[in-house]
């Protein structure tokens, strides 16, 4: 399955992919981003089911769905024997 991300969404990932449990507000501060710009994400990223949002009393977590995620190349679908390190635009699940 392929998940297409914008930057923004990318950042997002990789700060998941490291560190949890992570606060909203937390990944907002360690993003440095406007609290509407990071809703308006992760709202996107929870109607792809690439992460979800686990409200508390008083706080609200993200948390990433998958655990075995890559980033597939611009414009093309990754392929066998493709480095994962030229990956950037796109989230495949294995």
Known sequence: ????????EMKILKILQDW???TVEELREELRMRE???????????????????????????????????VAPKGRR???????DDFYDALVYQ
Not at 78 to 84: I, L, S, V, Y
């Open 1 to 8: 399955m392929i998940v297409k991300l914008n930057p923004v």
């Open 20 to 22: 949890y449990p992570i």
């Open 36 to 70: 509407d710009t990071l809703e308006r994400a992760l709202k996107s990223m929870v109607v792809k089911g690439v992460v979800s949002l686990e409200p508390l009393s008083d706080k609200t977590y993200g948390r990433l769905l998958m655990s075995d995620v890559s």
């Open 78 to 84: 990754p392929k066998t024997g493709d480095d994962p």
